[in-house]
């Protein structure tokens, strides 16, 4: 692994369903973040996590979860998904929750329907 | 509330030189960066400005005024892999980066 991964690349989920955004750093940062960006608008930060065991809500967090039980693994979960949720998501991460850069992972093509 | 303008779209010529603004009204303002986006891609990142003043790197150079709520990145000698969507960021008081909706530049040969 080098930098950020996410999975699944993308994914078509049937409303109501329940699903997982998987996100992986192999660089030791501290801080995590989700995004989510739509056509027209600017990236949105759902949550973020400064450090392991910690996390906070973005400007977008109703519908979606996350946890960081450790430093590389930051996982997005959609309880139950609904068509306002189909999005481009990004995961990014940076050395630590201050004037750093973000590096952004691939991200994932999410469609509800 | 909190607000970054940049122009939607702009299109410019291969060899020739550009300049994308950017407007911001935020609650605090702990840096302003600038981000490149190729299509389908993520966005990598080009540059950081946290002090008035211009900031240069290569072809790139960015532009800060605390005062004025403005930024511009400036990009010479253009080259058709320069074709992208250009994102302005800011940090706010909560060092949470306030993001623009991105500027889409389209070089022609």
């Known amino acids: 692994i080098a930098g950020i991964t996410q999975a699944p690349t993308s994914q078509i989920l049937a409303a109501g369903r329940r699903m997982t955004l998987r996100c992986t750093q192999d660089?030791?940062?501290?801080?995590m973040y989700w995004y989510r960006q739509d056509l027209g608008l600017g990236l949105r930060l759902i949550h973020y996590?400064?450090?392991?065991?910690?996390?906070g809500k973005g400007e977008v967090p109703d519908g979606y979860s996350v946890s960081r039980a450790n430093t590389d693994d930051f996982p997005l979960t959609l309880a139950s998904a609904v068509p306002s949720q189909t999005s481009v998501y990004f995961c990014a991460s940076s050395k630590t929750h201050g004037p750093d850069e973000q590096f952004f992972g691939p991200g994932t093509r999410l469609t509800v329907l | 509330g909190q607000n970054i303008d940049q122009p939607t779209e702009m299109t410019a010529t291969e060899g020739a030189i550009v300049q994308i603004n950017c407007t911001y009204q935020t609650s605090g303002f702990n840096g302003l960066f600038w981000y490149q986006q190729h299509a389908g891609e993520a966005p990598t990142f080009l540059s950081y400005?946290?002090l008035d003043g211009l900031e240069e790197k290569g072809r790139f150079s960015s532009f800060l005024s605390r005062s004025k709520g403005y930024s511009y990145l400036l990009l010479k000698e253009l080259q058709m892999k320069d074709s992208a969507s250009y994102l302005c960021?800011?940090?706010?008081?909560?060092?949470?980066?306030?993001w623009g909706a991105g500027t889409k530049l389209i070089i022609k040969p």
């Open positions: 660089m030791r940062h501290n801080a």
């Open positions: 960021a800011v940090r706010d008081s909560n060092y949470q980066l306030i």
């Open positions: 996590s400064n450090t392991a065991g910690t996390t």
């Open positions: 400005n946290v």
